[in-house]
């Protein structure tokens, strides 16, 4: 059962400078009732909320993006290799951190767990649960390095382990944000829209096409019964417009029917 399943909106009263972690950080409280993640369901994880709404708010910092342009690397070959000969472990955590936290963003939030722009060619490809299995164990290696650091468990250590633990549930829940309160969604392509038309259009026709078959059945039926004229021109119209919505369409009758 979940312990908390409703939340006021705080932070409104808040001076400009931190309006924007009160947004985010009510935004994910309200994806997590959405996508049925609830907080402290399976375990406590307040203060993940508390990481991921500084997360998302450090997206608009200059320090963000100087640290990806230092740290980030979209390949884990690279990456390893980079701190193969690294003594540093505050190094190796920071590095860790940021290339989890920017496949956690980049997974649920942009979609683009590769940062490439859309037409980029990518010299190599990965399945999204590949970049998965990439950030939890970032996040397990960088939780390792900051207790090397710090030599002992800290709040942010914990809250790292967390991430990696529930990795797949936080990427869900920042996807709902993305599309429910964020407003990020992908823009179909020429193509996709043009598939997407021939497959309502083809879904009417199918309709349509229900529905004059069993017009046709019903003129067939009255006429005959009825054998009368304007029950033969009934019959006649719905064979037409059956078959100028189904070419094969083709009628045999038991018995010739009269001009």
């Not at 230092?70 to 955590?93: C, H, Q």
């Not at 990965?126 to 207790?147: D, E, P, V, W």
Request: charged residues 25%; proline residues 6%.
């Amino acid at each position: 059962m979940p312990l908390s399943t409703a939340y006021s909106l705080i932070g409104s009263a808040q001076p400009e400078s931190v309006q924007t972690y009160f947004y985010m950080l009510n935004n994910l409280l309200y994806s997590r009732m959405e996508s049925g993640y609830h907080t402290n369901d399976e375990f406590f994880d307040e203060d993940v909320n508390v990481y991921l709404a500084n997360l998302l708010t450090s997206l608009i910092l200059p320090e963000h993006h100087r640290n990806l342009v230092r740290y980030a690397m979209p390949y884990d070959l690279p990456l390893f290799e980079n701190l193969r000969d690294e003594k540093n472990p505050r190094i190796k955590y920071i590095t860790y951190k940021t290339n989890a936290d920017f496949l956690l963003i980049h997974i649920g939030i942009f979609g683009n767990p590769k940062g490439t722009r859309p037409h980029s060619i990518p010299y190599l490809e990965r399945s999204t649960a590949s970049f998965i299995g990439r950030g939890k164990t970032y996040y397990h290696l960088a939780q390792s390095y900051l207790f090397q650091t710090s030599l002992r468990p800290t709040a942010t250590g914990e809250v790292l382990g967390k991430l990696s633990r529930g990795f797949e549930n936080y990427i869900k829940i920042l996807s709902v944000m993305k599309s429910e309160y964020l407003n990020l969604i992908r823009k179909f392509s020429e193509g996709e829209m043009f598939h997407l038309h021939q497959s309502l259009s083809e879904e009417d026709r199918k309709g349509k096409l229900k529905v004059k078959y069993d017009d046709f059945l019903d003129a067939y039926s009255r006429y005959r019964k009825e054998r009368t004229a304007p029950s033969k021109r009934a019959l006649d119209l719905s064979i037409r417009e059956l078959r100028a919505l189904d070419p094969s369409f083709k009628f045999q009758p038991d018995e010739p029917l009269p001009d």
